[in-house]
């Protein structure tokens, strides 16, 4: 199948909303509480999603399509604690199409649109019992800084990781 991934569009928050429920709902079913994950509406993710596709000078979001389908998605820009690095907010893959190599592809192009915006490093966030997406950062090179946080709206534990854009 061919892929394509592209900045997303006002006209893609319905995929966007689709994608991020069924991560939610399914491949979070072992790192989020039931409570948590039920209490993410369609409504919700909507006004959740919806700012991230209005054009804005430090943030962007990539879809990745197969045959014109979005099937994932990521948000970068600058880092809201560290102006001078990038940051990965998100990455979301559709789980009917996790495992296939995805993610990675579209996380690379991701990151290196950061690098090519001048970032010397990029951070992100991710949960720290969510193992397998952290094994994901860990292969393209990202560290762990020893940060960790605790979001109100998710109720579990993330850490901090980090990497030099020269990696990608």
């Excluded at 491949?27 to 700012?51: C, F, G, H, N």
């Excluded at 950062?137 to 109720?155: A, C, H, N, P, V």
Aim: hydrophobic share 40%; proline share 4%.
């Amino acid at each position: 199948m061919e892929t394509l991934v592209r900045p997303a569009t006002e006209t893609d928050l319905d995929s966007l909303v689709d994608i991020f429920r069924a991560c939610w709902l399914t491949s979070y079913k072992d790192i989020l509480t039931q409570e948590v994950r039920d209490d993410m509406t369609s409504e919700k993710a909507r006004k959740m999603w919806a700012p991230s596709l209005v054009p804005h000078p430090d943030r962007i979001t990539f879809v990745i399509e197969e045959s014109g389908i979005p099937v994932g998605m990521a948000r970068v820009g600058r880092d809201t604690s560290n102006s001078v690095r990038g940051h990965l907010f998100s990455l979301y893959v559709h789980p009917d199409n996790a495992g296939r190599g995805l993610g990675k592809n579209l996380l690379k192009n991701a990151l290196a649109y950061l690098r090519d915006s001048g970032f010397d490093e990029i951070s992100l966030w991710v949960f720290k019992n969510n193992l397998s997406t952290r094994k994901l950062y860990t292969s393209l090179g990202f560290l762990e800084t020893g940060l960790e946080r605790i979001d109100d709206r998710w109720m579990n534990t993330e850490i901090e990781m980090l990497a030099s854009s020269k990696l990608f």
